[in-house]
C-alpha cells in the first residue's frame, strides 16, 4: 500500500487513541516524539513514531514535515447552536447588571428575541451568517460540529434551520452532526398553552425524521422550560422513531433532566452546572457522555460545572463551546479547552479527550472519527505549539498551524 500523504517529524502526537477499556479521561495515547501518520486517500492507514515505513512511501507519496509541532485529531464541537437570525448584543448590559436569564426570558429577550430573528431570515442570509461561523471554527481546528434548531419553534421555521445546516454540510468542509430541538423554548403563540405545544413538538418529529435531517433529539429540561415529564414524553417519542437523545440538563436549576437522560439511554447530558451528587450517580453507573460548556458559566459569571467531582467518579466528560447569539455568542474551542484546563481544572490530557474523541462520542461517531488510529477519517488538527500543556498555558491566541480534512488540506496559516 502506497500512501498519499505522510505527515512526519511530529513534536507530540496526541492520538486520542483508548490505551484501555475504563473511562478514566487520561488513558489515552500521546506519542512524545518524532511521531508520523500515514494517509491514504481519506483514511489514516499507519501511525507510529521513528522512520516512516518504506512500504508507503512512493514517488508520489507528499511528504510534510511538521518540525515538532503538536499534532491532535480534528477538533469536535459538540454542542452548538450553529444556524441563527440575528445577534443579542442590547441584553449584555442586562446580564453585566446581574439580572437572571430566566428573568430576560420573561420579558421576551433570550431565545425568543432569537426566535424573531430567525424567522424573519431567508435561509440564503442564515447560509451566509453561519458560513462564517463555520470559517472561524475551522480555522480554529474543528473538522466537525454538532448543530441544534430550536430557534424556529414552529414546523415551518425549525424545517428552515435544518435544512441551512443540510446545505451548510455541502459548502464547507466542516462535517455538520444535526440536531433537532423545537423543544428548546415555548413560543408566544403557545404562551397560554404549553401543553398544545409539547403535542406539536411530537407532531413535528416523524416530519422531521422522514426528510432526513436531523439525527438527534434534544430538548431544555429546565425551570419554566420544560419539565422532567414534558421531556420524558417528548424524548420517549423521538426514540421510538429512532432519534438518538441529547438533553440540556441541570443548567440553572436541578429538576432530574440527568437522571431522565441516564433512564432513556441518552447520548449525552448537557450543561449540568447544577448537577448533583445523585445525577452523577446516574451518570457514573450509564454511558452518558457529560458535555460540559465552560464559556457559558464564563460568560454568564455562573459557576461551572463539578467536572473534577465528576471525573473522579468515573463519568466521561466532552467539552464544547455552545455557540449561540445570547448566553455563549463565541465559535472559540481553543478557549474552551483553556478554561477546562484554568477553571474546571482538567489536565492536558483529559482535555484533549474531552474535545476529540469523547466528544465524538457525544455525537455517536466515535468509529470513525475522535482520534488518529488506523481505519479512521484523517480529520488532524496541527497546532503550532510543542506540547499540549503549552497549548493549553499559552492561551487567549489561535494556536492552529493547519487542518486535514478527509486528508486533505483544507486550512492552512
Do not use: W
Not at 443540510?166 to 466542516?174: A, E, F, S, T
Not at 429546565?222 to 417528548?234: G, H, L, M, T
Not at 450509564?286 to 464559556?295: G, H, K, Q
Amino acid at each position: 500500500m502506497q500512501a498519499d500523504l505522510v505527515l512526519y517529524n511530529i513534536g507530540q502526537l496526541v492520538t486520542s487513541r483508548e490505551l484501555d477499556k475504563t473511562k478514566k479521561m487520561d488513558n489515552i495515547e500521546v506519542i512524545e516524539n518524532n511521531g508520523y501518520i500515514v494517509i491514504e486517500k481519506d483514511k489514516i492507514v499507519a501511525v507510529g513514531s521513528g522512520e516512516v515505513p518504506k512500504e508507503y512511501l512512493s514517488p508520489a507519496t507528499e511528504m510534510i514535515d511538521l518540525s515538532g509541532k503538536l499534532v491532535t485529531p480534528g477538533l469536535i464541537d459538540s454542542h452548538t447552536h450553529l444556524v441563527h437570525g440575528g445577534s443579542r448584543e442590547n441584553e449584555f448590559a442586562m446580564k453585566i447588571a446581574g439580572v437572571p436569564y430566566l428573568e430576560i426570558l420573561e420579558k421576551g429577550g433570550g431565545i425568543l428575541s432569537t426566535l424573531k430573528s430567525t424567522r424573519n431570515a431567508s435561509e440564503e442570509e442564515l447560509i451566509e451568517k453561519t458560513l462564517k461561523s463555520l470559517r472561524h471554527m475551522l480555522e480554529l481546528g474543528v473538522t466537525t460540529v454538532e448543530a441544534k434548531s430550536g430557534y424556529g419553534l414552529n414546523l415551518e421555521d425549525e424545517l428552515k434551520q435544518l435544512e441551512v445546516t443540510k446545505i451548510l454540510g455541502h459548502l464547507q468542509p466542516v462535517t455538520l452532526v444535526s440536531t433537532f430541538m423545537a423543544a428548546h423554548a415555548t413560543p408566544p403563540e403557545y404562551k397560554e398553552n404549553k401543553e398544545g405545544y409539547v403535542q406539536e413538538v411530537i407532531r413535528m418529529l416523524p416530519i422531521v425524521k422522514e426528510r432526513n435531517l436531523a439525527e438527534f433529539c434534544d430538548i431544555f429540561c429546565e425551570d419554566k422550560v420544560f419539565s422532567v415529564d414534558e421531556s420524558r414524553r417528548i424524548l420517549t417519542a423521538a426514540k421510538e422513531l429512532g432519534y438518538k437523545l441529547k438533553i440540556h440538563a441541570d443548567e440553572i436549576v436541578s429538576l432530574g433532566g440527568v437522571e431522565l437522560a441516564a433512564e432513556l439511554g441518552a447520548t449525552s447530558a448537557e450543561h449540568l452546572m447544577k448537577i448533583t451528587d445523585s445525577g452523577i450517580n446516574a451518570l457514573a453507573n450509564s454511558n452518558v457522555i457529560a458535555d460540559l460548556l465552560p464559556a457559558t458559566s464564563f460568560n454568564l459569571m455562573e459557576h461551572y460545572a463539578p467536572a473534577r467531582k465528576m471525573i473522579e467518579a468515573g463519568i466521561q466528560i466532552a467539552l464544547s463551546t455552545d455557540y449561540n447569539p445570547g448566553s455563549c455568542p463565541s465559535e472559540n474551542l481553543q478557549f474552551v479547552m483553556q478554561i477546562g484546563a484554568a477553571h474546571l481544572k482538567m489536565t492536558p490530557k483529559e482535555v484533549f479527550k474531552a474535545v476529540t474523541l469523547n466528544a465524538a462520542k457525544a455525537v455517536d461517531k466515535q468509529d470513525t472519527i475522535g482520534s488518529i488510529e488506523v481505519g479512521k477519517k484523517a480529520d488532524i488538527t496541527v497546532f503550532d505549539a510543542p506540547s499540549m500543556a503549552y497549548f493549553l498555558y499559552h492561551f487567549g491566541i489561535n494556536h492552529t498551524d493547519s487542518v486535514y480534512k478527509n486528508g486533505k488540506l483544507v486550512f492552512k496559516k
